[in-house]
Each structure stands twice: as structure tokens, then as C-alpha cells.
């Protein structure tokens, strides 16, 4: 079959702890050369690569699967390593670049890539600002290249199949949803916690998968309209220092963000999400989806997970969902858009829905800072033209600090 030829930039963290992981099983994907400024990071996922690939293909051949065998060993030998990512799009005839870096080098990369006539996928989120998500906007539309936002949530099965009990009207129609993705913080990396690097903190990093899922749940042909920090908490720094670099640090960014959002189609008909991204565990309410007649939410029951629909009448229908493999979200999304590229495609999870779902966070951060009172996605996106009308190349940095002004230690 015809594969893809995909190039990596950023060969650190999420490379090798997801993408990596679920490369070996996309047929459609040929993992051609990885690109990393550090030399060590290189050796390092070189190295697991081949050992992860030479692995899986010593299984295929057990199991009697020669052409399996054959065409993973032949990755694992011919993968190329590069430092710089201009020679490697020099050097190599790619068909796809696979972005894994640190947010700040989201935008640039994805805008050399697709000037150079390369498709490009990057890890959420799209960039630091939203201006910087035009800039990529706008690379793609000039190079007539296709970019996917990777939202991994939209092909983890418990979503996937939650969105279709959504659309076969088994809830009647979508009225609120509690989404919330939290944990402890990323204190392994202290870049996460750095603005200029990370753009912001939980809500950037964490709260986009539930930002761009619950968009999902509710349709993508619906838009975003209005955004609000939601009280009491709203976007705050709840721990006020971490074990950073090996010592007790304070930081800038915000460990907790409590957002809510209307998403309305051109009908004027709306649902609102609640949604959490946090850095100092979860203390909103569970996940729930709500309907006008039903409810659905996520349950697991002797270590199966199922979506249960509970009607008015207090009737509860399971839906057996199978294994909700945290990788195979991944290989969901790398399959996706390979199969875009081999189609010429224009993924579901594009340019636009990265640009509007970093517009909502920054829609929150301006909320945040006028004392959580809601914020027009419109009015957001002409406070910030207005910021790059006003300091040209300067703007998303000038952007960047001024949003994050309204976060404050509670």
C-alpha cells in the first residue's frame, strides 16, 4: 500500500511516551527521520524507536506475519536523525511533518514545514496565542497544504461513541456538558510552567483536550460564541509553588481554570460546556453529557467502561464501549491524517478548529482579567487585531503578558 512518509520534530516527551507508541501499528505511516535540537534527546528516541520497532516486528514474524515483519525492521534501519530542521526538509522528500515540541515552536515550524510544501500535524495546542494561529492560518492557505490540530480525544472510543449517541438523538437535544481533564501538574518539565515557552499554563496545555472535546461532542458545525471564567474559582493559581528544577519554586502560570462556553449554530440554537483544566486535581463535577431527556455519562464497572443513558424516567441503558487504550487515541489520529494526505482531505480537526479553541482560551484569560464577566469570541479577536495593528512582530508577546495579568494566587 502506499504509505506516508512522515518526518518528527521534537523527539522528546510526548514523541516518545505517545506518537512512537502508536507508529508500528499505523500500516499508512512510514516514520522516515526525526528532528530535535538536542543531540542526547536524538540518541535516545532513535534508539527506543528501533528497539521498539525491531520488537514489534520479531512478534509479527511469530505470529506469521512476514510483510509485517519485513516492513517494520526496514523502518528501524532506515530512519535518518537530524538537529536541524532546514536540512531535513531539505534532505528529505516528506509528505508529512508530525510537530511534538514545546508550544513556541508550534507555529514557526508549522509555517517553514507548509512553506516548504509539506503537510504538517502538531500536538495541541496549535500556539501560544491566537495571533500566532493566524499567522499558521494563513501559511496554510497560501501553500494549499493540509494541517490537522491534533486533538487525540476525538478518537479515543469512549468520545468517539459518545458523540454518536449524541447525534442519534438518544439524549435528546445537547443542552449542557461537564467536561474537566485534570491531574497534578507537569513538574517533570519545567518549560510547562515558563509563559513564553508554554503561552500559559493547565487551561492551555490540559484544558484544551476538554475545550476541543466538548466542541466535538457538540459538533463542530456549532461555534464558539461566548467564553467566561466561571466562579468562584475562575483561572487562578491554586499551589502556589512546585518542586521545579529540583527545588521549591513559585510560577506565573495558572495550575486551575474553571471556563464556560456557549457554542451556537446558525439556527441560534446552543449548548453550554463547563469545562476544567487543571494542574491541582479535579474539583469540578464528574463528566456528563445533558439532553433534553437524557443523560449520558461515563462509568466503568468491573474494570469495562460503558456510556449509561439515563432517561426522565430514571431508566439507564448501557453502551459497552471497547478498550479505551490510551494510545490508540494517538494511532487514531496519526492514521487520520495520513489517510487526508493520501485522499487529499482537509482533516475533520483542522487549522480552524486549532485557531478557535486557542481563541477560547484566550477569551477566558480576558474574562479572567475583567473579573470573570463573559467575553464575545468577537470582541476577543478585535482586542487582539487591535494589539498587532499596534506592535507589529512584537504582538503575541504584548498579547501574551497583558492576558496573563488576571491570574492571581487565591
Known amino acids: 500500500m502506499e504509505r506516508v512518509k512522515v518526518g518528527v520534530v521534537g523527539a522528546g516527551g510526548i514523541f516518545r511516551g505517545a506518537h512512537l507508541l502508536a507508529y508500528p501499528n499505523v500500516n499508512e505511516a512510514r516514520l522516515t527521520c526525526l528532528c530535535d535540537v538536542s543531540k542526547e534527546t536524538l540518541k535516545v528516541s532513535e534508539k527506543r524507536m528501533k528497539e521498539l520497532f525491531l520488537g514489534r516486528a520479531k512478534k509479527a514474524a511469530d505470529e ?13 534501519e532506515n530512519v535518518k536523525t537530524y538537529s536541524d530542521l532546514s536540512e531535513m526538509l531539505s534532505k528529505e522528500d516528506l509528505d508529512l511533518v508530525d510537530i511534538c515540541t514545546p508550544t513556541k515552536f508550534h507555529s514557526p515550524i508549522a509555517i517553514e514545514a507548509l512553506n516548504h510544501g509539506v503537510n504538517v500535524m502538531a ?4 500556539a501560544r496565542t491566537y495571533l500566532e494561529c493566524l499567522e499558521v492560518v494563513e501559511a496554510v492557505e ?6 490537522q490540530h491534533n486533538e487525540n480525544w476525538l478518537y479515543s472510543p469512549v468520545y468517539y461513541n459518545a458523540r454518536k449517541i449524541i447525534e442519534s438523538g438518544a439524549i435528546g437535544e445537547l443542552q449542557l456538558i461537564f467536561l474537566a481533564q485534570a491531574h497534578g501538574g507537569p513538574e517533570w518539565a519545567s518549560w510547562f510552567w515558563n509563559p513564553d515557552i508554554a503561552g500559559g499554563g493547565a487551561l492551555l496545555d490540559n484544558g484544551v483536550h476538554a475545550i476541543t472535546g466538548a466542541w466535538f461532542l457538540a459538533g463542530f458545525d456549532k461555534k464558539p ?5 466561571a466562579e468562584p474559582y ?3 493559581i491554586r499551589m502556589k509553588t512546585r ?3 529540583g527545588m521549591f519554586k513559585p510560577f506565573e502560570v495558572e495550575d486551575d481554570a474553571h471556563i464556560m462556553i456557549r457554542f451556537e449554530d446558525k439556527e441560534g440554537r446552543w449548548c453550554t460546556a463547563h469545562v476544567e483544566g487543571s494542574w491541582s486535581h479535579r474539583d469540578s463535577i464528574d463528566t456528563e453529557v445533558i439532553g433534553t431527556n437524557g ?13 449509561e443513558v439515563t432517561d426522565a424516567a430514571g ?5 459497552k464501549i471497547k478498550e479505551a487504550n490510551w494510545v490508540l487515541s494517538f494511532e487514531g489520529e496519526i492514521r487520520n491524517m495520513c489517510n487526508c494526505v493520501l485522499n487529499n482531505t482537509k482533516p475533520l480537526c483542522d487549522e480552524n478548529i486549532g485557531a478557535e479553541t486557542t481563541a477560547i482560551v484566550q477569551s477566558a484569560y480576558l474574562s479572567q482579567k475583567r473579573g470573570k464577566k463573559p467575553v464575545k469570541l468577537s470582541e476577543f479577536k478585535r482586542y487582539a487585531l487591535k494589539i498587532r495593528e499596534k506592535e507589529g512582530k512584537n504582538a503575541p508577546d504584548v498579547l501574551l503578558r497583558d492576558l496573563l495579568k488576571g491570574i492571581k494566587t487565591i
Do not use: H, W
Not at 506469521?64 to 528501524?76: F, I, S, T, Y
Not at 497560501?142 to 494541517?147: A, D
Not at 443523560?295 to 456510556?307: A, S, T
Open 123 to 126: 500536538e495541541k495546542p496549535m
Open 64 to 76: 506469521g506475519n512476514a510483510d509485517l515483519a519485513e516492513r517494520l525492521r526496514e523502518d528501524a
Open 243 to 245: 518542586i521545579l528544577q
Open 142 to 147: 497560501n501553500s494549499k497544504k493540509l494541517y
Open 295 to 307: 443523560i449520558m455519562r461515563p462509568v466503568q464497572k468491573e474494570g469495562e467502561m460503558f456510556l
Open 234 to 236: 475562575g483561572i487562578c
Open 225 to 229: 460564541t461566548v467564553v467566561k471564567a
Open 315 to 319: 431508566g439507564t441503558r448501557e453502551f
